[in-house]
């Protein structure tokens, strides 16, 4: 069982940045960041392996940046240029396989941190 704690979330005006941190309680090949605005349903927003490799959701190409550090199995989301269709609860997930953009595919979900981009 891999626990996840997320943190960095909150209240930041458009054109802002936010970085959020996962810190896993254990190892997993996939760490992704999921979002659930309200009334909608939750959405892919980005990847990465235990290795390089990365995804991201093709509404925060170039804006949202995802890193990973093993060592401290934590993963973090860089959000620069935020707009209020950001506002979500932002959700890290953990994979003990390759999971990419496939929220079925995660074994481990945290708790979640409400991010709120106001216009």
């Known amino acids: 069982q891999v626990q996840l704690v997320e943190s960095g979330g909150g209240l930041v005006q458009a054109g802002g940045s936010l970085r959020l941190s996962c810190a896993a309680s254990g190892r997993a090949f996939s760490m992704g960041w999921f979002r659930q605005a309200p009334g909608k349903e939750r959405e892919f927003v980005a990847f990465h392996s235990s290795g390089s490799s990365t995804v991201y959701a093709d509404s925060v190409k170039g804006r949202f940046t995802i890193s990973r550090d093993n060592a401290k199995n934590t993963v973090y989301l860089q959000m620069n240029s935020l707009k209020p269709e950001d506002t979500a609860v932002y959700y890290c997930?953990?994979?003990?396989?390759?999971?990419?953009?496939?929220?079925?595919?995660?074994?481990?979900w945290g708790q979640g941190t409400q991010v709120t981009v106001s216009s």
């Open positions: 997930a953990a994979g003990r396989g390759y999971s990419g953009s496939k929220s079925v595919l995660y074994d481990y």
